[in-house]
């Protein structure tokens, strides 16, 4: 069975500091690896994807996530933080394409000016 | 292309009522996901439905049933409402065979 940890329910940072938001799963298979992103009142939008081939992918509004199969982690990473990034941030595995998505607990990213 | 578009947006019923929620893919995806999403338990995967087949199924109780129609659009229906059934019901929407899924805004219940 596929699980998903986010270590840390809330963080945060000031405006410009790095984000860093951690995600550690456990699969049986090669995983495909998910960010995604909820704004109040809104549904998940994807930030980024991991499938196969580069493990350092980059996504949308600056995020990119590395992912490091001998720790099973997937960590998501901004170099300078914007108050709109303010927000949920789920990390999700899927154990092939088009299956159930296992999501991880949520990290609430709060902003400080 | 438009995204996907769950109805309603917000629905308000009473314990022991039946509800049923919709959901319109994004054009040319053929596969639906439904998912729920609570305080407490987080984003759980209620089930999937592919070609009007229910494909995958989470771990919900019987009273949690869906179906695709043959244009792709699938509906969700939870019977003999609960409390515990108040949640965001997310839908997302993918082609066939792609890993990437796409969220609709969700359909929030709130069963008094």
């Known amino acids: 069975a596929q699980s998903v940890t986010q270590l840390g329910s809330h963080v945060s940072v000031s405006e410009g500091a790095l984000v860093l938001l951690r995600c550690n799963y456990s699969?049986?298979?090669?995983?495909?690896l998910f960010w995604y992103v909820q704004y109040p009142n809104q549904g998940l939008q994807l930030l980024l994807k991991?499938?196969?081939?580069?493990?350092l992918v980059k996504g949308i509004n600056g995020f990119e996530a590395e992912f490091k199969k001998s720790e099973t982690s997937f960590h998501l990473t901004k170099p300078s933080a914007h108050m709109s990034d303010a927000a949920e941030y789920f990390c999700a595995v899927s154990e092939r394409a088009g299956n159930m998505l296992t999501f991880g607990g949520g990290t609430r990213l709060m902003v400080k000016p | 292309k438009a995204g996907v578009t769950q109805t309603p947006r917000y629905l308000i019923k009473t314990r022991g009522q039946q509800v049923t929620l919709s959901c319109s893919p994004i054009?040319?995806?053929?596969?639906v996901s439904w998912y729920q999403q609570t305080p407490g338990q987080g984003l759980q995967f209620l089930f999937e439905y592919f070609s009007e087949t229910q494909r995958n199924k989470g771990n919900f109780p019987g009273r949690f049933s869906g179906r695709q129609f043959s244009n792709s659009r699938s509906e969700m229906n939870v019977s003999t409402l609960e409390l515990g059934d108040s949640a965001l019901y997310l839908c997302?929407?993918?082609?066939?065979?792609?890993?990437?899924?796409?969220f609709g805004p969700g359909t929030r219940l709130l069963v008094l």
């Open positions: 699969s049986s298979v090669p995983p495909y």
């Open positions: 991991y499938t196969t081939g580069a493990t």
């Open positions: 054009s040319g995806h053929r596969s």
């Open positions: 997302a929407s993918s082609l066939p065979h792609v890993e990437t899924q796409y």
